[in-house]
């Protein structure tokens, strides 16, 4: 984007304001386009370094989901590529605050810190036991929502939502940096810009898309709180559970049994019951019912819970020691990584209990 401007005290051409007003020009504009450039092609080197570190370390092995289920390696390469994809609508949208904060801020260091500060400030807030809609209604949370990409079925409604939000703040903050291209005297070589312009013309009209989206996500979602409750819980750890023990089977070589016959199910509390069983905390404890095909008694495993505010958790086998409690299981080719021993799942924000 680039303009011509031109002092109206002076028709010569050759004066040293209007030469330097339009080289600022000039390079304001080469500036909004190499900070896309560098945006889209640092995303484009950190998914490449990233498979190529994940091949050379792994390897093409099946890849465990969120949920336990086995991904093939084209499946999952498929996934993980869709992955950094998503990811470059919030980068956009950090992008176009740095453009925004440039411009308003001129030459202020304040304007090259601003994309840096504003994704530490959401990344910290994602942290927070915020209500859904408030999580899902900043950008930064199509950062992480990838990882419903990983389950099956996929849980693709937070991931769309946060792509939508993301290129909102995008195409808002561009079009305000715009508008303040255009307002702005380059004739003064020393001007930094308004901050008082900065606040009405760049800071106010974010935070009111901040509250329509939110207003937004209330009516779309049916979640309320933290989205994280008891039933959910339930309903995923036995889910994980069921996955996994298949795969213990395989590599103890027993009879295999699907996830239907199996009939798996959680009971989970937070506190030693003392407490509501919602919202995030490393005090939830589960114990996994499961029956196997003609065998009378139920088998049962205790799993501490420790599950961040985005609905992240990872359950720490709690015994007994032959289906949980010890991180190696002996096979007939030796020692194995137990895979029930300790395993990452996810909570769905936004599902029904």
């Given at each position: 984007?680039?303009?011509?401007?031109?002092?109206?005290?002076?028709?010569?051409?050759?004066?040293?304001?209007?030469?330097?007003?339009?080289?600022?020009?000039?390079?304001?504009?080469?500036?909004?386009?190499?900070?896309?450039?560098?945006?889209?092609?640092?995303?484009?080197?950190?998914?490449?370094?990233?498979?190529?570190?994940?091949?050379?370390?792994?390897?093409?092995?099946?890849?465990?989901?969120?949920?336990?289920?086995?991904?093939?390696?084209?499946?999952?390469?498929?996934?993980?590529?869709?992955?950094?994809?998503?990811?470059?609508?919030?980068?956009?949208?950090?992008?176009?605050?740095?453009?925004?904060?440039?411009?308003?801020?001129?030459?202020?260091?304040?304007?090259?810190?601003?994309?840096?500060?504003?994704?530490?400030?959401?990344?910290?807030?994602?942290?927070?036991?915020?209500?859904?809609?408030?999580?899902?209604?900043?950008?930064?949370?199509?950062?992480?929502?990838?990882?419903?990409?990983?389950?099956?079925?996929?849980?693709?409604?937070?991931?769309?939502?946060?792509?939508?939000?993301?290129?909102?703040?995008?195409?808002?903050?561009?079009?305000?940096?715009?508008?303040?291209?255009?307002?702005?005297?380059?004739t003064g070589l020393a001007y930094d810009g308004s901050g008082r312009r900065a606040v009405?013309?760049?800071?106010?009209?974010?935070?009111?898309?901040?509250?329509?989206?939110?207003?937004?996500?209330?009516?779309?979602?049916?979640?309320?709180?933290?989205?994280?409750?008891?039933?959910?819980?339930?309903?995923?750890?036995?889910?994980?559970?069921?996955?996994?023990?298949?795969?213990?089977?395989?590599?103890?070589?027993?009879?295999?049994?699907?996830?239907?016959?199996?009939?798996?199910?959680?009971?989970?509390?937070?506190?030693?019951?003392?407490l509501a069983a919602e919202g995030p905390g490393n005090d939830w404890r589960c114990v996994v019912?499961?029956?196997?095909?003609?065998?009378?008694?139920?088998?049962?495993?205790?799993?501490?819970?420790?599950?961040?505010?985005?609905?992240?958790?990872?359950?720490?086998?709690?015994?007994?020691?032959?289906?949980?409690?010890?991180?190696?299981?002996?096979?007939?080719?030796?020692?194995?990584?137990?895979?029930?021993?300790?395993?990452?799942?996810?909570?769905?924000?936004?599902?029904?209990?």
């Open positions: 984007m680039t303009a011509t401007v031109v002092d109206d005290r002076t028709d010569d051409p050759t004066d040293d304001r209007t030469t330097g007003a339009s080289r600022v020009t000039v390079w304001r504009g080469y500036r909004f386009e190499l900070v896309k450039l560098v945006s889209q092609w640092r995303v484009a080197g950190l998914a490449c370094s990233s498979t190529v570190g994940g091949l050379t370390a792994v390897g093409d092995r099946p890849l465990v989901g969120l949920d336990g289920h086995l991904l093939a390696p084209s499946d999952a390469a498929g996934k993980v590529l869709l992955a950094w994809v998503c990811v470059l609508a919030p980068t956009l949208a950090l992008a176009a605050i740095g453009l925004l904060g440039s411009v308003a801020l001129g030459r202020s260091p304040m304007g090259l810190l601003l994309p840096a500060l504003v994704a530490l400030a959401m990344q910290l807030a994602q942290m927070l036991p915020l209500p859904v809609p408030v999580r899902l209604a900043l950008p930064s949370y199509a950062f992480i929502a990838w990882n419903g990409l990983f389950t099956s079925p996929a849980q693709l409604g937070p991931l769309l939502i946060g792509i939508v939000v993301s290129l909102a703040w995008a195409v808002l903050a561009t079009a305000l940096a715009f508008l303040l291209f255009l307002r702005r005297d380059f009405t013309t760049g800071l106010l009209p974010l935070a009111g898309l901040v509250a329509l989206s939110v207003a937004a996500v209330t009516v779309v979602t049916p979640s309320v709180g933290s989205g994280i409750q008891q039933q959910k819980v339930q309903r995923s750890v036995a889910t994980v559970f069921a996955h996994l023990y298949r795969l213990q089977t395989e590599q103890l070589h027993r009879p295999d049994v699907t996830e239907a016959r199996l009939r798996a199910s959680a009971a989970c509390d937070k506190g030693a019951g003392q019912s499961w029956h196997l095909p003609g065998v009378q008694v139920t088998g049962q495993a205790v799993y501490q819970l420790d599950i961040t505010a985005d609905g992240r958790y990872v359950a720490d086998g709690d015994g007994p020691k032959e289906v949980n409690g010890y991180f190696l299981v002996r096979t007939s080719a030796g020692d194995a990584p137990n895979p029930l021993w300790q395993f990452d799942g996810d909570v769905e924000l936004i599902s029904t209990p």
